[in-house]
């Protein structure tokens, strides 16, 4: 019995010995099991928490993305356009000038006119070697407006200062167009002893072109040509070029230099760089008018 026993007893050691091993081995293997599912579940609020941080980024990037402001403008252009039609280029008063921002329509573009030399006008006057040094005279007389979409942005807020000043400004006009135009308004008696011609921003000229306008403006007219600036837009060198070489040409003719003005006002744009918002349609007037002040 004894010997039986001592027999079993080995037996009964290693089986105890097994149940142990296999205990630890579940043990182990419950640990294990849980800190996986610890690890996913982490791993799952983390990649969670992430994706509703991208989310969140996203909207608040559409949030504070500019809005196109090019309808903006376009309305606007089409209202300025508008309120001068209906003066027919007469005095604006500042009460109708009241709440007249921005309305809706489509651009309008116009075939370029056929202003060159070959047009009659009167004999240009004894050109001149060198810089013009001429100074501005104090203006006196009637102002006329020859610009494109940049000056019609500005046109109510100028206005405002010169209130009996005729402007014909037109979306998208280049300077091949102006002697046309020029003629027209001297047809209607509406051509002042001061011109301001504000156009260059839509395309290159010939020189000869702008001899022509200014030959048939004459002598005897004090002409400011405002020359052409964008932000963006990028602008031939030899529309400025030619814009200062007539300068250069005509003891009548001065610049007013807005490319130089413009870069110190970057709020005074919409995005497009080249046209003026509300705040700049204010100093560009105010600007312009200090030169017909002989400054």
């Known amino acids: 019995m004894k010997k039986q026993m001592e027999k079993s007893t080995p037996h009964t050691e290693k089986s105890k010995a097994s149940k142990t091993f296999d205990m630890s081995s579940l043990k182990e293997e419950i640990n294990r099991t849980r800190k996986t599912k610890k690890y996913r579940t982490r791993k799952r ?3 969670t928490a992430v994706l509703i941080l991208c989310t969140a980024i996203t909207f608040f990037g559409i949030l504070t993305t500019p809005v196109s402001d090019e309808d903006i403008l376009k309305k606007e252009l ?3 356009a508008e309120l001068l039609k209906e003066t027919e280029c007469t005095e604006i008063s500042p009460e109708n000038l009241s709440g007249s921002r921005i309305v809706s329509a489509a651009e309008k573009k116009e075939t370029p006119g056929s202003g060159t030399a070959s047009d009659s006008f009167p004999q240009p006057p004894e050109k001149k070697a060198g810089r013009n040094t001429r100074k501005s005279k104090k203006n006196t007389g009637k102002i006329t407006v020859i ?3 940049v000056f019609l942005g500005a046109a109510l807020e100028f206005k405002k200062i010169q209130k009996s000043s005729v402007i014909d400004a037109k979306i998208s006009r ?3 167009q102006a002697l046309n135009v020029a003629k027209k308004l001297r047809k209607q008696k509406k051509l002042g002893d001061t011109i301001i ?4 921003t ?3 000229f010939n020189i000869r072109t702008g001899e022509a306008l200014i030959n048939y403006f004459g002598t005897d007219r004090q002409i400011f040509w405002i020359n052409a600036y964008s932000r963006k837009e990028e602008i031939p060198d030899s529309v400025n070029q ?4 007539l300068a250069e040409q005509y003891n009548n003719l001065t610049v007013i230099p807005w490319n130089k003005e413009g870069k110190k006002h970057t709020d005074w744009f919409y995005q497009d760089g080249t046209h003026l918002n509300e705040r700049g349609q204010k100093g560009f007037a105010k600007f312009v008018n200090k030169y017909l002040s002989g400054l």
């Open 174 to 176: 280049q300077v091949c």
């Open 45 to 47: 609020y983390l990649q």
């Open 242 to 245: 030619n814009i200062q070489k």
């Open 78 to 80: 089409k209202k300025h």
């Open 147 to 149: 610009g494109d979409s």
């Open 197 to 200: 011609i504000s156009l260059g």
């Open 202 to 204: 839509n395309g290159p």
